[in-house]
């Protein structure tokens, strides 16, 4: 099965939650704090496989998360760092974001890219000690990874694309040029996904070649299976246009050339424009007294492209045909290689005035971003860590502000899921 557009979750690792210890020691006597930091979470890496060609495995799994970070313990001692998750993906993925649909990253360059990174580690009470707070009985809880939804998205890396209606010869074409074997029969969309085939013209001299699934009348807006393949040839420098120019499936081979560039343009302008060369196969097929090739020849010399005459299932023309292909790739630019669109937010210092309080009831939510930070960051089974979680929000004027707005004794506070009753 040939998947080639997932979306798919990723998570990176908790930080380890800082410890709470004290040096314990023969004859030494207020040993001090000594609770170890946590260790730091893993996060989510995306490699480039060369052996793979879809992404089939991702149908079946569509979350991943990295190993979270072990907590601090005594003596100083960090947890240890939580496990990378690496996820391979093959060459030609595109990652986009799955809110905003902007990309990510384009995996084709073989470099890894965090796609989800670890939260940090809390600091173990050891850090807090200080010369009026020399016993300090909190630690600081690790704080969350990054969590974020994707659309993984293969747009395979091929110098050529072939492009045609279905059953015009694309495969043949493949399979006598190449080592590649795609599926041939002489039936409509006998191709189901793209095939890759690597052309050696001469030594030294080779290119990568893709059979796109045949294309139809509407396939950009969905229409049979071009829609869906379509984006394979995205990055294809040169475009080979196979036209079957005999009409032996009662189609008329002009009208074919004009739909096929039709719904190009339609799926994409940059598309539409790209170098192409046209082969008129199945020249062995045409009766003598047709004036196929000839129209054919003037449409396309028209469109300012360039028409070569070939038999696919002969082999007649396509040794000369792919010479010239080699010939036109050496004057154009690389594959493409998609930029980054999206732009993560790096969040400013926030204020810790900056909240927002709702009443539902007998329930009083309050949300900020500070506030979110601030209860990451808390161990609610510590007394200690409590009572500095208290004193915060009393610093900020939370309690005061909920009595403004009526709060009653026994109504229930929610701040990000920590829930307490109210008493005055």
């Given at each position: 099965m040939f998947v080639d557009k997932v979306r798919i979750t990723v998570i990176g690792g908790r930080g380890g939650d800082g410890a709470v210890a004290f040096h314990r020691e023969k004859y030494v006597a207020s040993g001090g704090p000594d609770g170890g930091d946590g260790g730091h979470g893993g996060s989510v890496i995306l490699r480039v496989n060369d052996n793979l060609s879809t992404l089939l495995d991702f149908r079946y799994k569509r979350k991943y998360a990295a190993q979270a970070g072990v907590n601090g313990q005594g003596r100083k001692m960090a947890?240890?760092?939580?496990?990378?998750?690496?996820?391979?993906?093959p060459r030609g993925t595109v990652v986009r974001d799955a809110e905003s649909n902007q990309i990510i990253v384009d995996m084709s360059t073989g470099e890894d890219f965090v796609i989800a990174r670890g939260g940090r580690g809390g600091w173990g009470n050891a850090h807090y000690a200080t010369p009026t707070r020399q016993v300090p009985r909190f630690a600081k809880a690790g704080l969350k990874?990054?969590?974020?939804?994707?659309?993984?998205?293969?747009?395979?890396?091929?110098?050529?694309?072939?492009?045609?209606f279905p059953n015009v010869g694309k495969s043949t074409l493949l399979s006598v040029t190449s080592n590649a074997r795609p599926k041939i029969a002489n039936y409509h969309f006998t191709t189901l996904f793209p095939n890759l085939g690597v052309i050696y013209v001469d030594e030294g001299?080779?290119?990568?070649?893709?059979?796109?699934?045949?294309?139809?009348?509407?396939?950009?807006?969905?229409?049979?299976?071009?829609?869906?393949f379509l984006r394979h040839i995205d990055r294809c420098r040169l475009l080979v246009h196979v036209v079957d120019v005999s009409g032996s499936e009662g189609r008329d081979p002009v009208e074919d050339f004009y739909a096929i560039c039709e719904e190009l343009k339609n799926y994409s302008v940059d598309l539409?424009?790209?170098?192409?060369?046209?082969?008129?196969?199945?020249?062995d097929l045409l009766a003598p007294e047709s004036d196929n090739l000839q129209r054919l020849r003037e449409a396309v010399e028209q469109a300012g492209c360039e028409l070569y005459e070939i038999s696919a299932g002969t082999a007649q023309g396509t040794k000369n045909l792919m010479r010239v292909v080699a010939g036109k790739l050496r004057t154009l630019p690389p594959v493409t290689i998609y930029e980054p669109e999206y732009v993560e937010v790096v969040e400013a210092p926030t204020d810790p005035n900056a909240f927002e309080v709702e009443h539902y009831g007998n329930t009083w939510l309050v949300t900020g971003l500070w506030l979110e930070r601030l209860v990451q960051n808390i161990n609610f089974e510590d007394y200690e860590s409590r009572n500095y979680f208290d004193q915060q929000l009393r610093k900020v004027g939370l309690f005061r502000r909920l009595e403004e707005m009526g709060i009653q004794d026994g109504d229930t506070v929610d701040i990000y899921d920590f829930e307490f009753e109210y008493q005055r």
């Open positions: 947890g240890k760092r939580g496990e990378n998750l690496i996820i391979e993906v990874g990054q969590e974020r939804d994707v659309i993984l998205e293969l747009k395979l890396l091929a110098d050529v694309g072939l492009v045609g001299v080779s290119f990568v070649m893709a059979d796109i699934p045949g294309i139809i009348e509407g396939a950009a807006e969905g229409a049979g299976l071009g829609h869906d539409s424009s790209r170098p192409m060369i046209v082969a008129a196969n199945k020249v």
